[in-house]
């Protein structure tokens, strides 16, 4: 496998592309005072929210709240992995991604041989299987399984089904031992044994985004367990971050209104062969984050459609949990139970497409079914009761972003357990009141906070960092909401030295402070060009004042309360000389 891609590469790539002309190849944008503007491709609306800044190489939408670099632009844009939005930003400069070898020394690897070997040999694989389904002896008893499944030939050549021999060597004497082994493929005893790794199982290839296979899921023709078998993790694999029969309906439809959410890979293919070509299911495993993050790249509606029984609500419990992260404006998520005893195919079939259409369209939003079953036993008509619920559900919300549905969803919960006033939203509360989203309101806050001015001119301009070491500003003596962050960010400053605001983003990707950031560097902070430093400069004196002040205050309240050490005292005569 290929090494990392080395930092400083990246850093370089966001320097060299100008994020104007890469979001202008994609999304026209019109100029408009510093910044350029169009409507945004990650929500619909009427009217341009969505802004691209050249000084500061961001973007960000006051509609939706996206925002990032050029990565995040390419990531979002094009639904790609880090990695893959790296190469094709570096594709769009013209020039080759190195990767990281032994000793640190980084050589260009353009083709990435070994994965590319890998995919070949999963893509020869699945025709094998293919074919065996089609034409071999053995292959007419899985054929016998989807006739009586109802699953017609279109659709079996469609998501490429197929069978896997009974037999301990059906690929192993076919194919690289090597390649099939890194694959996944194959199974090693202890005894050192090597077999294949799917024997008599009907065959379903997984696949990416790219439409390349990278995995199997297979079942069983009778009721054997274990009924169905995953491909391993592999280097091109991972189940908690794929999703059975995504590529097959990107191809149908690349931005469907709603995507459906099932629980197995023959309820996607029974789905598909009614004319419900919107459905994927997650590969043996809870639905993730990541999954979730993926499926909102392509439509603002999931639905998860899960069995009545306790099993399927509690995997639907899990999915509302795993969904709450990424729930921001705009975005829906329902939830629908099917009657005990029934899978998708079995209520198409009893009830027709048009009643399970409507079931779909009737579906439950994630806020009602997550307050029905918050505190599930806990009695609401009761003190104790509501407290109960309150402890569970408020450690969950916190889990969503900011915005008017977190905000909305706070507002419930406090109706619900009809304690006004005890729920902190914390920074995450945004503008509800008049419903702005738009550069005035976010220029409104920052007014409010001579810190968050502070850093966000900071993030904006990295260079400006310079400027506390010019004032002696001592950051120990700093005390204020935000100095953890204002720290954080001077650190990476020192540590990476980034020329703009799009290389310090990149340097906290993945932080606990990231979304912080990103904020902060989306601000609209009404400082003229080349103000900057003034801005700054005027800004942090004043903060170090307020520090000071505040400093006084408290010495002198406590002075007169309890008395002072020799060490505070002389710190109170030092501000009281200050204040002469």
């Known amino acids: 496998m290929s090494g990392r891609i080395p930092r400083q590469f990246i850093d370089d790539l966001l320097v060299r592309v100008d994020i104007v002309d890469l979001i202008d190849s994609r999304v026209p944008l019109k100029k408009s005072g510093a910044n350029y503007v169009a409507r945004c491709p990650f929500h619909t609306e009427k009217t341009p929210s969505f802004s691209v800044n050249r000084t500061r190489q961001i973007y960000h939408c006051f509609g939706c709240g996206a925002s990032g670099n050029a ?19 570096a594709n769009f400069a013209g020039v080759d991604v190195p990767r990281e070898v032994g000793g640190g020394f980084s050589v260009p690897v353009s083709d990435k041989q070994g994965l590319v070997r890998l995919y070949d040999v999963l893509a020869d694989v699945a025709r094998f299987y293919a074919e065996q389904l089609r034409s071999s002896p053995e292959g007419r008893r899985a054929q016998e399984y989807l006739n009586k499944r109802g699953v017609g030939g279109e659709i079996a050549e469609e998501f490429m089904l197929g069978y896997a021999p009974d037999r301990w060597d059906g690929v192993l004497t076919r194919f690289s031992r090597a390649e099939l082994s890194e694959a996944g493929l194959l199974v090693a005893r202890d005894d050192g044994k090597i077999y294949d790794r799917f024997r008599g199982r009907l065959m379903f290839p997984i696949r990416d985004k790219r439409k390349r296979v990278i995995g199997f899921g297979a079942r069983v023709l009778d009721d054997s367990l274990p009924k169905y078998l995953n491909s391993p993790e592999t280097p091109v694999f991972s189940k908690g971050k794929e999703l059975y029969g995504l590529c097959e309906l990107l191809q149908r439809n690349s931005k469907p209104a709603r995507i459906l959410v099932v629980e197995g890979y023959m309820d996607v293919i ?153 729920i902190d939203l914390g920074e995450k509360r945004s503008t509800l009141k008049g419903g702005r989203g738009d550069a005035s309101a976010v220029k409104d806050s920052v007014r409010l906070s001579l810190p968050r001015k502070v850093i966000a001119l900071l993030v904006q301009h990295p260079g400006l960092a310079i400027l506390l070491e010019r004032q002696g500003v001592e950051l120990e003596a700093l005390d204020f909401s935000g100095i953890a962050v204002l720290k954080d960010v001077l650190r990476v400053i020192a540590l990476e030295k980034p020329e703009n605001s799009a290389i310090l ?57 309890e008395g002072l050490a020799p060490d505070e005292r002389e710190l109170l005569r030092e501000l009281l000389k200050e204040k002469l």
């Open 71 to 89: 990565i995040g632009f390419l990531m979002e844009f094009n639904h790609l992995g880090f990695v893959e939005a790296v190469e094709d930003l």
């Open 270 to 422: 029974a789905l598909a062969q009614f004319g419900i070509a919107y459905a994927v299911a997650a590969l043996g495993t809870a639905t993730s984050k990541s999954q979730i993050d993926l499926l909102f790249r392509f439509t603002s509606e999931l639905v998860f459609c899960f069995d009545g029984d306790n099993a399927g609500r509690q995997a639907a419990w899990k999915a509302v949990d795993a969904s709450l992260p990424c729930l921001r404006d705009g975005r829906q998520i329902k939830i629908m139970l099917l009657p005990q005893g029934q899978d998708p195919d079995s209520l198409l079939r009893s009830d027709g497409v048009e009643s399970f259409l409507e079931r779909i369209g009737s579906a439950q939003v994630l806020s009602d079914y997550f307050f029905a079953n918050i505190g599930s036993g806990a009695d609401r008509a009761t003190v104790e009761g509501r407290a109960q619920v309150l402890a569970a559900a408020k450690p969950a919300l916190d889990k969503v972003p900011s915005g008017f549905f977190r905000e909305m969803m706070f507002a419930r919960l406090q109706a619900l357990v009809a304690v006004p006033g005890v």
């Open 505 to 561: 983003l990149e340097a906290f990707r993945g932080s606990a402070q990231e979304k912080t950031v990103k904020a902060l560097a989306a601000l609209e902070l009404g400082v003229p060009a080349g103000g900057e430093e003034a801005e700054f400069s005027g800004a942090l004196q004043q903060l170090c004042r307020q520090t000071r002040e505040q400093m006084l205050n408290r010495l002198i309240d406590k002075e007169g309360r």
